[in-house]
T-cell receptor, first 115, second 115 residues
Framework: KAGVTQTPRYLIKTRGQQVTLSCSPI?????VSWYQQTPGQGLQFLFE???????NKGNFPGRFSGRQFSNSRSEMNVSTLELGDSALYLC??????????????FGPGTRLTVL | AQKITQTQPGMFVQEKEAVTLDCTYD???????LFWYKQPSSGEMIFLIY??????QNATEGRYSLNFQKARKSANLVISASQLGDSAMYFC????????????FGTGTSLTVIP
């Protein structure tokens, strides 16, 4: 079974631009979560989507948004980029996103650099 | 309060030796899951092992085992017979039953295996 894929792997943008990251979950998985990882803040939860609906959201400004398609693929968008948005963005998929045993499997991440 | 605490920023271990990575957690939810992930320099988070709060026995997966002490709220990862490829960041994570699919991550421990 193929793992979680994320595209692109690397991105360089300038302040003020917007960016869209893509994530394809493991086949059959319906829950997709997004995390931001920075050296200073560590891993922070952005949001989770299940069946095309945002089910859970972390403490990030409205510039960060996402969506999920009927095939469970997900995209996240960051508008009006700031230097502090430079980070590794990780996508994780799980089967149902419910119960304590449902493991999240991560993709390779997208490394975003904002200049 | 931090949900997950990893107090060892960096650890060194000799090849073929065993090493313990510490993790303590904080929750009032009686039902929760604990996870360990490995993150090599490439960035991808690799799932290693899972322990449920109601599991009576410590989880084991190959060379990985989890020393689960529920009363002390600790879930230490033990890696036996360390290999050079074990050099990576290791993250402890928790998921509670009543907070959706949000995983709480610790700050990680950087493990270096010395030949």
């Amino acid at each position: 079974k193929a793992g979680v894929t994320q595209t692109p792997r690397y991105l360089i943008k300038t302040r003020g631009q917007q960016v869209t990251l893509s994530c394809s979950p493991i086949s059959g998985h319906r829950s997709v979560s997004w995390y931001q990882q920075t050296p200073g803040q560590g891993l922070q939860f952005l949001f989770e989507y299940f069946s095309e609906t945002q089910r859970n959201k972390g403490n990030f400004p409205g510039r960060f948004s996402g969506r999920q398609f009927s095939n469970s693929r997900s995209e996240m968008n960051v508008s009006t980029l700031e230097l502090g948005d430079s980070a590794l963005y990780l996508c994780a998929s799980s089967s149902t996103g419910r119960g304590t045993t449902d493991t999240q499997y991560f993709g390779p991440g997208t490394r975003l650099t904002v200049l | 309060a931090q949900k997950i605490t990893q107090t060892q920023p960096g650890m060194f271990v000799q090849e073929k030796e065993a090493v313990t990575l510490d993790c303590t957690y904080d929750t009032s939810d009686p039902s929760y899951g604990l996870f360990w992930y490995k993150q090599p320099s490439s960035g991808e988070m690799i799932f290693l092992i899972y322990q449920g709060s109601y599991d009576q026995q410590n989880a084991t997966e190959g060379r990985y085992s989890l020393n689960f002490q529920k009363a002390r709220k600790s879930a230490n990862l033990v890696i036996s017979a360390s290999q050079l490829g074990d050099s990576a960041m290791y993250f402890c994570a928790m998921r509670e039953s009543d907070t959706g699919n949000q995983f709480y991550f610790g700050t990680g421990t950087s493990l270096t295996v010395i030949p």
